[in-house]
Every structure is written in C-alpha cells, then in structure tokens.
C-alpha cells in the first residue's frame, strides 16, 4: 500500500510539472495574440550613452533615424568619430536585400550635452526603393573617447528595429 501511495504522488509531481512546463509567459503581463512578433524601438544604454533607433512609417518611404545620449556626471562630452556617430544597415528579412553603410570620411569631434540626445538621420532612403517586406534596421554607434587612441578606445553600440514595410 505504502508503494502505491508513493507511485500516486510521483506521477502527481511529474504531471504537474510536466503541465507547468507547457505554459509560457512574457513577463510583463500582455498577451501577444497575433502571430507577428511585437514590433517596438529599440535603446540600448552602455556606460554612460544610450543609443536607440526609430522608424517612422510615412506613406512613401520609412523615417529611419538613431539618437545617442550621454548621460554621464560632466555636463557635455566630446566623442571622436568618422563622418558620422552611426552606421546604418537594413536587411530584410523575407528576401535578399541588403544595404550595409560604409564610412570613409576624417575623424570628426562631436560635443555631446548631457541628457540632450543627438539625433542623425539616414539620408537617400527613398533612392534605395525597399519593396514590400519585413526588414530588420539597425543603426551602431561607432566612436572613440580619445583622440589620441581612436581604435584603442574605440565604441560600438549596435541597436535594432524590425519594421514591415508595405
């Protein structure tokens, strides 16, 4: 009898954890009901900058721009940089279309004020023509705190956005 009780209760724990394991969760309390993945700007903080990017759908082309904000303790900060703070690429997901951003321009110093986000836009996106498709934008934050040590010094803070695009 004391076998049979023990073999109940066994199979009573495998079968609620076994139950317990089917249910999944997102943690913060709202339901995904569709099928497409939520779809939401992308930040990222890394020491004393965040970076984030945004895509603004406009009824002809898409708005793709991406900020960085230092937040430090000084009240502005000088970062040493290419022709531009970002590279931007896009890629998209549902076909083969890729464009990665490339930089050849002097090191350029930017002065970046504490908590005031500095935005840089991608420009010529309408020459690109994206067709209908799920892309993925992405936009890195390329710089180096020391001029003198650009490539030593240097920091990437990459940030996404996944955006359909009809």
Avoid: W
């Avoid at 009780?5 to 089917?22: N, P």
């Avoid at 708005?63 to 970002?86: C, L, Q, R």
């Avoid at 930017?110 to 836009?121: A, F, G, K, M």
Wanted: include cysteine; charged fraction near 25%; glycine fraction near 6%.
């Amino acid at each position: 009898m004391r076998n049979g009780s023990i073999s109940y209760a066994i199979c009573f724990l495998v079968l609620v954890f076994g139950l317990s394991g089917c249910v999944t969760s997102n943690n913060n309390g709202d339901e995904n009901v569709s099928d497409k993945p939520k779809i939401i700007n992308e930040s990222k903080t890394v020491d004393d900058f965040k970076v984030s990017i945004n895509v603004k759908k406009s009824h002809k082309e898409p708005k793709i721009y991406a900020t960085i904000t230092y937040m430090g303790e000084e009240s502005e900060k000088d970062i040493y940089h290419g022709g531009s703070v970002f590279f931007f690429n896009i890629y998209q997901q549902d076909g083969d279309f890729e464009f990665m951003e490339s930089m050849t321009l002097p090191l350029l110093t930017t002065t970046l004020i504490q908590n005031e986000p500095l935005r840089v836009d991608l420009n010529g996106i309408e020459r690109l023509k994206l067709e209908s498709g799920t892309y993925k934008f992405e936009a890195t934050a390329n710089f180096s705190l020391d001029s003198e040590k650009v490539i030593e010094s240097k920091i990437e803070i990459p940030v996404y956005k996944i955006e359909e695009i009809d």
